[in-house]
């Protein structure tokens, strides 16, 4: 089975960022959040003006998925939990709705995959086939960022409707 890094298209260079995250999040917990860490909806500043595009994958620091790519998702994965997120531009008067996917963490990176010289860096990776065992969704638990990897049923859905925002990579699985 073929499966995909999900990322944010590059080619779209006036999208939202995100501000002030480290005093809504506690940074300590960016990176693993938990669903139990989030008890009210988040509510974030971002850098927004009437020409920006709110795509529908969000990459970092924090994966964000809009309200649209939230329905696609729960279809495959009907038990993935997420939280609502409110991404909010005051000056503009534009708000938002986003969801934190809270996406199954799975070891499995491949000896063969590529590192950089500290080892927190995926350069290339390749994913070990025993250990995804046809998951639909789900993240690399070794990488210290969030690396969402979809099935190929998956990235088909994504591409067959229109988002926009979102690239595909094609993984290796050995």
Request: proline content about 6%.
């Amino acid at each position: 089975m073929d499966y995909f890094l999900l990322k944010q298209d590059v080619r779209y260079t006036h999208v939202p960022t995100l501000q002030k995250v480290m005093e809504t999040i506690d940074p300590w917990k960016l990176y693993d959040l938990q669903p139990e860490d989030i008890v009210k909806p988040l509510m974030f500043h971002v850098k927004a003006d009437a020409e920006s595009i709110f795509i529908d994958y969000l990459e970092g620091p924090i994966p964000l998925i809009s309200d649209a790519l939230k329905r696609l998702v729960q279809a495959y994965v009907p038990e993935m939990p997420m939280k609502l997120t409110i991404l909010t531009q005051i000056e503009q008067k534009i708000q938002k709705n986003y969801y934190i996917p809270f996406v199954e963490r799975l070891a499995a990176v491949h000896p063969e995959s590529e590192w950089n010289l500290d080892q927190s860096v995926l350069r290339k990776l390749v994913l070990q086939a025993n250990a995804i065992r046809s998951h639909k969704i789900f993240t690399i638990q070794e990488s210290a960022t969030p690396m969402i990897i979809v099935r190929l049923d998956v990235a088909e859905s994504i591409l067959r409707r229109d988002y926009t925002g979102i690239a595909l990579e094609q993984v290796q699985v050995k």
